[in-house]
């Protein structure tokens, strides 16, 4: 009776490894889609994208991605709008003003973003749900000190009420990034919906003559309500002439601009070269007539007679 031979397990290993590969290579890389919305004064509001895929064990961005971007519904009653992603991966899309009234009619919404399919991605669907909600900002005086007030509300069957619980920043818009109004970093909504910080940037520089500065409030990838934000100009700041030397006199500056004591030192310098140049000049013309006027003098004639002498002798 013959003996059954075993498949051994490194055959098996071999074989399952090879499959896996074959798999591998027919298989396209999944493109992963980050949706973000923005509600700005409670009344822009906006999506950004951005398109990444996984290789070399990181997230690499995806150029030039095109995606449908949807309110509710994927279908071209709602479309918000067609992007294509930059260099960076990223494209943004603003609410068009033809689904405000749909934009208007619920209290919740959900936007879905559609990535057309290509040769190296298969199409692929997200999708963000939020509640509609806004921030409101106020300012207080109280004692001569400022405070800063900020109300999420939100949007339900009876109009907009106060939201309790929500984490939110407030701080000052500045070029390089919003400057927090005082020690807090963040601050949580009570049951008014209201949070109040209080304002402890003294003689904040304006950004107009006015003494004005811009104070925000804003809400950062909030799970149920987006990013919100909200900014009012208020006359806490302190206008500063920037004082410029760019017109007058600098070591810095252009020919016609160069302090009078460089000037004057140039001058005097290149003065000096010349007169060395000329005084060189008149010495060696004054040795060429000195050379001039002095003739060699020659040596006389002997008398024949005493030559004559000179050779009987």
């Not at 960076?88 to 209290?107: M, N, R």
């Not at 000052?172 to 109040?196: F, P, Q």
């Not at 811009?214 to 987006?226: F, M, R, S």
């Not at 003065?271 to 005084?279: D, E, L, N, P």
């Amino acid at each position: 009776m013959k003996k059954l031979h075993k498949p051994k397990p490194i055959c098996l290993a071999l074989a399952l490894a090879f499959c896996t590969v074959l798999f591998a290579q027919g298989e396209k890389p999944e493109l992963s889609v980050n949706l973000r919305y923005f509600n700005q004064n409670g009344s822009l509001q906006y999506l950004k994208v951005k398109t990444m895929v996984k290789e070399d064990n990181k997230l690499q961005p995806v150029t030039g991605a095109v995606l449908n971007l949807y309110l509710d519904e994927a279908n071209a009653d709602n479309l918000i709008g067609k992007v294509k992603t930059d260099e960076k991966g990223e494209a943004k899309s603003i609410v068009p003003p033809s689904l405000k009234d749909k934009w208007a009619t619920a209290t919740n919404h959900k936007f879905i973003a559609v990535s057309e399919k290509t040769k190296k991605f298969d199409e692929s669907t997200t999708e963000l749900a939020i509640t509609k909600a806004k921030i409101v900002l106020d300012t207080l005086n109280e004692d001569g000190t400022r405070k800063v007030t900020a109300h999420v509300l939100a949007f339900d069957s009876s109009g907009w009420v106060p939201e309790k619980g929500v984490e939110l920043k407030i701080g000052v818009r500045r070029l390089g990034g919003d400057l927090k109004v005082g020690e807090e970093e963040t601050y949580t909504t009570d049951s008014t919906g209201g949070a109040s910080g209080e304002f402890k940037l003294i003689n904040l520089p304006a950004i107009d003559g006015k003494n004005n500065i811009v104070l925000v409030a804003k809400t950062e990838d909030n799970e149920q309500y987006g990013n919100l934000s909200f900014e009012k100009t208020v006359p806490w700041g302190q206008f500063k002439k920037s004082e410029t030397n760019f017109d007058k006199r600098s070591l810095w500056g252009t020919r016609n601009k160069a302090p009078y004591w460089l000037l004057l030192m140039a001058g005097s310098i290149m003065a000096g070269v010349w007169a060395v140049i000329f005084y060189l000049i008149f010495q060696i013309r004054k040795i060429k007539k000195i050379g001039k006027g002095t003739q060699p003098q020659t040596a006389s004639p002997l008398p024949q007679k005493k030559e004559q002498a000179l050779t009987k002798a």
